[in-house]
């Protein structure tokens, strides 16, 4: 009997019928496989996003299919694409080729493609699997909320300020993440059925053994608020701001009146959010960002550091503060040391210090974890907890993941299964040598684009298929199926010679012995 | 054309076909019947196509084949197309293909014979530099210093590969062209604007052949690559027999022959001074066809 397709392709004159029944798969003694490697980008992602795969169905403008791919690790990516540094795309090999991809427009267009085509799940699932309380509403509490709710949990969320959002909220000034898709996202968290409780003090206005008894588990995820003190002399006079208090009331729209000049001291986002934040404020005319250890040794971003200088932020640097001098009650200037860093740490040179006259200083020193809401437990070894109160003071995609990772075992502690394993192999990645660009002339490289899809069609998709086409092009064997927008092998007819592995522009084949 | 487009062009060849695996004929083919569509007459001289197609009733290509004696391509495609156009089939593309050997050698006298009577049809040459059907036999399309079966250790191809195109070129035919499987878009290009053209038409396609070059299977479309990009098989097109063009040139210099010839066994224990002589003939082979390409500029 031949196959329904063969069938069909019967001459009915002679009889002749295709080769297809000659099934050239035996000869094969070398076999071609999807490999799936490492890319740099996703070993740069602070979220182990998988970057060629999303950025491959946004090739293919599936906006619904990249979501998929990107919420199994970044939820939001329509907030990620604003605020996170991107470090994935510093080792972009395109940029040996020409320029990096620009990964955070294209993950802006996936976050907004979810924004605009949400649609609340038709059916809710019937049985609740158990229920979790999350301390604290930003960028962890809301991720370890959102994949808890996913899997069928009963989700509060308690928030003490009166906005839920946290860092998303209070702390990241509006230019660089834009309330009102802040707003779309967390208006989607409760749409999917997420309490949020805001107002509400946990250890103060509700003690946590009450959350214990109320709920099946807690996620702590309170954040570092605390602001670090310096010490320095005056310290306490009028018109020296702590950035974080600083940043939280301009955020939450109340008076932040403040004088010109403004010198803020410190080296990290906050101080630069500060700084630029300063900036737009009316009335001041001038900002100066003062760090104590060099320009190189900045904890900022990059990126936000030129931004803020482009905007007009003067930066001076190996600068420590000595005093702050105040004239009555109010700030008057600081005087610096010059200083610098050697293997032993600050060395300070007080002959070359200087006064810098202010009329606001907004201090940027770092935050503290404050383990306050560790005394109310019992038993301190059994709770979950993650984010910036985990890790210390870091970056908003870390909390993410932080999140994520909680909600994995949470789930796994409720329903009685082992811990998720999160260990990965280590893999080095793709490096720009191993890519094989002598199709170049047939994929036809383009410069930058403008629009995400076409953006992402620059993709090189290092050891990940990326459906360029070129395996199906070059197949002699017609073993290379079209299916569905994506290339696929046919063993049934390939003979194994490798043509697709030696030219794959992403190495994401292998050849492996036998059949 | 983008990748996808060429990809999403209907195939005419069918899978379970009998060529070795990485044949560099099997994939010219398959951009050849792409490119010319369905309504298709092939004629088959005695080589490895013939065998890659099958034996009745199994057939690789989705459009008729007649098979025909060695010596006589050229005159059975002019005896197909004058019978097509008796029968008023006059939109029918009709295709001749065949080996180094049928063209270069064997099917010369009749390939020029259609040549000089300008017959309708389209003469593919698929050149795999010897008779590999037969197992691997000198022809006159073999390249300076290449080792085969019948010029075995210490012996090799002694005299340069037979010039077809300016053989072509000399018989002024409406249009000839060079072509390889690296560059499917310029090859699909050339057939498609052969189509259009009436009167003799002859496509000539350097397809690598892993047994017979004792190269890596996997290696098929970097040596046709390579051969491109050394200079050893330039592509360009002749109209008319006098204006010729260059098509697909490589960019910035081009890469030294030793390149191409290192990883091929026909062309292992090569002495330093044959690799240099013919270093020297592409040279000057280049040369040439840039003069020829220059003089021929402004008389298009």
């Not at chain 1, 690790?73 to 940029?95: I, K, M, S, W």
């Not at chain 1, 696929?488 to 003979?495: F, G, I, Q, T």
Request: proline share 6%.
């Amino acid at each position: 009997m031949l196959p329904e397709v063969i069938k069909e392709e019967v001459c009915y004159a002679c009889g002749t019928e295709p080769s297809m029944v000659n099934k050239t798969g035996e000869w094969r003694f070398l076999t071609p496989e999807r490999a799936d490697r490492l890319s740099p980008c996703r070993q740069g992602c602070l979220l182990d996003g998988e970057i060629p795969a999303w950025m491959e169905a946004v090739k293919q403008e599936k906006w619904e299919e990249a979501w998929q791919i990107m919420s199994q690790y970044n939820p939001f990516p329509a907030l990620t694409g604003y605020v996170c540094f991107h470090p994935c795309t510093e080792d972009c090999n395109r940029g040996q080729l020409d320029q990096e991809i620009d990964i955070p427009s294209v993950e802006r267009a996936v976050g907004q493609w979810r924004l605009d085509n949400y649609r609340p799940a038709a059916v809710k699932p019937q049985s609740v699997k158990g229920s979790v309380a999350i301390v604290g509403s930003g960028p962890a509490g809301m991720s370890c909320a959102y994949y808890l709710n996913k899997g069928g949990y009963k989700v509060t969320v308690f928030e003490r300020e009166k906005v839920v959002g946290g860092m998303f909220a209070l702390g990241i000034p509006e230019y660089r993440l834009p309330r009102k898709v802040l707003q779309k996202e967390l208006a989607l968290l409760e749409d999917e059925g997420i309490r949020f409780i805001t107002g509400c003090n946990i250890g103060t206005d509700i003690p946590l053994t009450e959350l214990y008894a109320d709920f099946d588990e807690v996620f702590l995820a309170p954040g570092a608020w605390k602001p670090r003190i310096s010490g320095i002399k005056g310290e306490d006079s009028r018109g020296v701001w702590n950035a974080l208090d600083f940043l939280k009331r301009l955020n939450s729209g109340e008076d932040t009146a403040i004088a010109d000049p403004v010198v803020v001291i410190g080296g990290g986002n906050a101080a630069v959010d500060s700084a630029r934040s300063a900036l737009r404020l009316s009335g001041v005319n001038h900002v100066s960002l003062i760090y104590r250890r060099s320009r190189a040794e900045m904890p900022a971003g990059q990126v936000e550091v030129e931004a803020a200088e482009h905007e007009g932020v003067e930066l001076i640097c190996n600068a420590l503060p000595r005093e702050i001098a105040a004239e009555g009650q109010a700030v008057n200037s600081i005087i610096f040391d010059h200083c610098k860093t050697n293997l032993e740490g600050l060395v300070i040179d007080q002959s070359r210090s200087f006064r810098k006259f202010c009329g606001t200083v907004i201090m940027a020193l770092g935050q503290e974890r404050d383990y306050s809401l560790f005394g109310f437990l019992d038993n301190p070894a059994a709770f979950f907890a993650g984010g910036d109160l985990v890790s210390g003071p870091a970056t908003v995609p870390e909390a993410i993941s932080a999140g994520r990772i909680a909600a994995l075992a949470i789930k796994a502690r409720i329903e009685g299964l082992p811990d998720p394993e999160l260990l990965k192999a280590e893999q080095s990645p793709v490096k720009f040598e191993e890519l094989n660009l002598e199709a170049k002339g047939n994929l036809q490289l383009q410069d930058k684009q403008a629009v995400p899809f076409a953006e992402a069609s620059r993709c090189l998709g290092c050891g990940t298929c990326n459906s360029c086409g070129i395996c199906y092009l070059f197949c002699p064997d017609m073993a290379v199926d079209f299916v569905d927008g994506r290339y696929e092998l046919n063993m049934d007819y390939c003979k194994g010679c490798g043509i697709c592995f030696r030219e794959c522009p992403s190495r994401a084949l292998v050849m492996e012995g036998g059949k | 054309m983008r990748i996808e487009e060429m990809n999403r062009e209907p195939e005419m060849l069918y899978a379970g076909h009998n060529a070795c695996p990485g044949c560099g004929a099997a994939l010219a083919v398959r951009y050849l019947t792409k490119a010319l569509g369905a309504n298709l007459a092939l004629v088959l001289t005695a080589s490895c196509w013939s065998i890659i197609t099958g034996m009745p009733p199994l057939t690789a290509l989705k459009c008729p084949i007649l098979h025909c004696p060695f010596p006589s391509a050229g005159s059975v495609g002019s005896g197909v197309r004058r019978g097509l156009n008796v029968k008023g089939m006059h939109d029918t593309t009709v295709v001749v293909l065949a080996g180094d050997g049928g063209t270069f050698d064997i099917g010369l006298q009749a390939l020029s014979g259609a040549a000089q009577r300008n017959e309708d049809y389209i003469f593919v040459c698929y050149d795999n530099e010897a008779y590999m059907n037969t197992g691997m036999q000198t022809s006159s399309a073999t390249p300076f210093g290449a080792r085969t079966n019948t010029a075995p250790y210490p012996l090799f191809k002694e005299g340069q590969k037979k010039d077809i195109m300016r053989i072509m070129a000399a018989h002024s035919v409406p249009y000839a062209a060079t072509a390889t499987v690296a560059f499917p878009e310029d090859l699909e290009n050339k057939l498609k604007k052969a189509q259009e053209i009436r009167g003799f038409r002859f496509i000539h396609i350097l397809s690598p052949c892993p047994p017979g070059w004792g190269t890596e299977s996997s290696d098929t479309i970097h040596l046709s690559r390579l051969a491109v990009s050394t200079g050893f098989f330039p592509l360009y097109e002749i109209i008319n027999g006098v204006s010729w063009k260059m098509t697909c040139q490589p960019e910035g210099k081009r890469t030294p022959l030793k390149d191409y010839l290192s990883s091929q066994r026909r062309f292992k224990q090569m002495e330093d001074i044959r690799v240099d002589a013919l270093q020297e003939e592409v040279d000057h082979d280049w040369e040439m066809l840039m003069e020829r390409i220059a003089a021929s500029k402004g008389c298009e």
